[in-house]
C-alpha cells in the first residue's frame, strides 16, 4: 500500500467533523460559522478526546487560501457602487459607531493590562458587526422592510471597507513598528492612490476583457480565470506593500462591477466554502479551552464592551447623521455583536506574530455570546424606545427630534454642491492616473531607457517627450474639462455673482496642472528645458489639439461608463431600475420616517385591471404609488387610470405604520428592492417672494403636469405635510417635495 500523505488524513478528518457539527447547528438554528470554529476546537491538539489535527503547518497555508477566498467573494457581494450609493446618514453612523468602539477596545485592553498591539488588535476585531447573524436575525423577525433596516444595510457596506483599510494600517503598523500619525497619514493616502487606480483601471479593462472573449469562455474557464485574477492581483498588493486580503477583495469588488460577477459568485461558491471552511475550522483549532477559562474575565468585560459600546455609538452615529430617536435605538440594538471578520483580523496579527495567543478564545468568546443575544436586543429595540420616551423628559425628546428635523432640512439651491463634487471628481481621477504613468516612468520606462541609450540628447529627448504624450489626455481634462452638468450651466448664466468663484476654480485648477506638468519633466529632464521648452510646447499643443484630445478622452470616458452601468443595465433593457436604492431620496426621506418599497403583484389579486383612482389607497391608506415596473417598461408617477397587472412590481411610498397596514391589501406578497431608477429623482421646490406659485393649489399651480411628477410632501416651518391634498395652497416659504422627471423638475426650480 502507498503512502498516504498526513494532509489527506487531516483533511478527511476535518471535512467530517465539520460537516456532522454544522448539520447539528443547522438543525438547532445557528451561526454555520460557530459550528466550524467548534468543529475545530474538537479536533485541535488542545483536546484529546478525539484524533486531533497532524499536519497544523498545511492547514495554515489552507486557512490562508481560505482568508484569500472569503475576501473575494466579500468583494463579489460588495460594488463600489453599493458603497457610492449607501448614502450620508448610513455613512456618518458607520464612522461614529467604528471610530468609538476602535478606540475603546484600544483602551480597555490597555486597562486590562496587555500589549499595544494587542489592544489596537483588539480595536479592530470590534470594528465590525456580523452581516450573517444581522440577516438571519431579521429574516426570522421579519424586519427586512422596515426603515431602519437599510440603514443597517448601508453601515455594514461602509464596514466592509473600512474594515479593509484598518487590517492594511494594522498590519503596516506591526510590520514598521511605527505608530508616528505623519507614518500612518501617509499609509493612508498610498492605500487610497492604488484603490482608486486599482478601481479605474480594473473596470477599465477587466469588463473589456471579458466582453471580448465571453464567446469563448464556459463555467470551466471562467473558474480558472477568476481565480487567477484574483490570485493575481494578490500578488501586486503584496508587491505594493499591502496585504494579500486587500487584493482578493479589490479584484473582487472590480468583477462585482462585470455582467458576470453572479456567474463567477456562483461557479466559485463550492471552492469558497470548502476554504472558508478549512479557515474556521483553523480559527477552532488555536482554541485553547484553558486559556477560555483563565481569560473568562476579560472575555466578559470585552462582551460588555461590545454589546453596549456598539449599542450606544451607532445608536449616536444613527443620531448625529439625522435619523429619527426609535430609528437609531434599532440600528444601535441590531449591530451589538462581532462576526468573522473578528477572526480575520486576530488571524492577521497570528500570522505576523504581534499578537498574544489568548486573543483568538477571547474574539470567539465574544462572537458566541453577541451571537445568541443579537436577535433579542432586536426585538427589544421598539420596547425600550417607548420605554425611554416614558423616563426621559419631554423637552429632550423633542430637542432630539427638531435636530433630527434640522439635519434634514431641504436645500432648494444645491448647484454648488453639485459643481464642486464635479470638479473634485475631475481633479482626483486624473491627478491620480497622471501621478501612476508618473511611477511608470520613473520606476520602469526611463531607467530602461537610460539603460539601453548612450546618446544624452537622445535621453532628454524621449524623457520629455514621451511622458508628456502619456499625461496629454489626463492633463487636459485637469486643467480645462467642465462639469457637464445642469447646475454649472444654470450658476454661469443665471446667477452672474457665480461667474466670480467659478473663474477662480478655473484658475485655481489650470495652476495644478501647470505644477503637475513642472513637477513631472522636472523628474525626467532638465528645469531650463522643462521651463522655456517642453511647458510652453505642452500648452500650445492641448491648445492646439483640445477637439482630439477631447474626443481621445471621451471615448475612454464613456468606455468606462459602459464598463461600470454594464452590470446594472444587464436587467433592464431600457436602463429601468429601482426608485428605492437612490440614497439621495432614502436619505430625505427618512426625516419624514418614509421609504420605499417594491412589491409584485400578485397573478390573482382581486385589485387587478382596477385603476388606482377606483382602489382609492391613497385615500384610504395614505400611501402613494411612486412608479410600476411593467416587463422592461417602466411607468413613473402613475396616473390615476393606470390599472395593475399581474406580475407589475410597483413602488409603494409609505410610512412604516402605514405599510403594515397596506401589505395585508397587498396579500403579503415578497419584498424585492432594488436599486437606481433612471430619469427619476426627488425634487425640491422653494415657494418664495418671487414664485408664481404663491397662493395657488397644488392643483392650480401645474406641478405635476410641468414635471411628470407628484407632490409627496411640504415642508411648512416645523410642519411636516405627508401626501397633501390637491387642493393645499401653497404658501411662502414652502418647500414641496415632488417625485418626479429629472430635468423637468431642474427646469422648473430654474424658472421659479
Partial sequence: ??????????????????????????????????????????????????????????????????????????????????????????????????????????????????????????????????????????????????????????????????????????????????????????????????????????????????????????????????????????????????????????????????????????????????????FFVSVGMMIDYEAMITYAWPIFIVTILTIFGKLFSSALGALISGQPLKQSIQVGMSMAQIGEFAFIVATLGLSLGVISDFLFPVAVGVSAITTFTTPYLIKLSEPFYKWLVKVVPPKYIEKINRYSSNTQNIQAENSWKTILTSYARIIVINGIIIMAIYLLFARFIIPAINDNLESNSLKNIIGNGLPVLFILPFLWALMVKRPNSVAYRELWTKTKYSRGPLLIIEIVRFSIGIGILGFFLDRFASTTISFFITIPVAIVLMVIFSNRLNKFYSRIERRFITNLNDRSEMGHPEAVATLAGTSNIKESLAAWDVHIIELEVKPLADYIGKSLVDLQWREKYGINIGYIRRGGKLIHTPDRYQVLMPYDKVGIIATDDQFQIFKEVFDSQEIIEEENIDHIKLGKILINHHSPKKGLTIQESGIRDKTDGLVIAIRRGDERILNPESSEILQLDDIVWVVGNRKKIEKLNVEI
Fill in 1 to 278: 500500500m502507498g503512502h498516504l500523505p498526513k494532509l489527506i488524513e487531516d483533511l478527511a478528518l476535518i471535512l467530517i467533523v465539520a460537516a456532522f457539527v454544522v448539520i447539528i447547528f443547522r438543525k438547532i438554528k445557528q451561526p454555520l460559522v460557530l459550528g466550524y470554529i467548534i468543529a475545530g476546537f474538537l479536533v485541535s491538539p488542545n483536546l484529546n478526546i478525539f484524533p486531533s489535527v497532524v499536519d497544523s503547518a498545511n492547514i495554515k497555508t489552507l486557512a490562508e487560501i481560505g482568508v484569500i477566498f472569503l475576501l473575494f467573494s466579500l468583494g463579489l457581494e460588495f460594488s463600489f457602487k453599493k458603497l457610492m450609493n449607501v448614502g450620508g446618514s448610513a455613512s456618518v453612523t458607520a464612522f461614529v459607531e467604528i471610530i468609538f468602539i476602535t478606540i475603546a477596545g484600544y483602551f480597555t485592553g490597555r486597562w486590562l493590562g496587555w500589549s499595544i498591539m494587542d489592544s489596537m488588535f483588539l480595536g479592530g476585531m470590534l470594528a465590525s458587526s456580523s452581516t450573517t447573524i444581522i440577516i438571519r436575525a431579521f429574516d426570522e423577525l421579519g424586519v427586512k422592510t422596515k426603515s431602519f433596516a437599510k440603514t443597517v444595510f448601508g453601515v455594514l457596506v461602509v464596514e466592509d471597507i473600512v474594515v479593509i483599510l484598518l487590517m492594511v494600517l494594522l498590519s503596516t503598523i506591526a510590520v514598521t513598528k511605527e505608530f508616528e500619525g505623519t507614518q500612518i497619514l501617509f499609509t493612508v493616502v498610498k492605500l487610497l492612490f492604488f484603490l482608486i487606480l486599482w478601481f479605474l483601471l480594473g473596470i477599465f479593462l477587466v469588463p473589456t476583457l471579458l466582453k471580448k472573449i465571453k464567446p469563448l469562455v464556459d463555467d470551466e474557464i471562467l473558474l480558472i480565470l477568476s481565480i487567477g485574477l484574483c490570485l493575481g492581483m494578490v500578488l501586486i498588493a503584496v508587491k505594493v506593500g499591502f496585504s494579500a486580503e486587500l487584493g482578493a477583495f479589490v479584484m473582487g469588488s472590480i468583477i462585482a462591477e462585470t455582467t458576470v460577477a453572479e456567474k463567477v459568485e456562483h461557479t466559485l461558491k463550492s471552492v469558497k466554502d470548502l476554504f472558508a471552511a478549512v
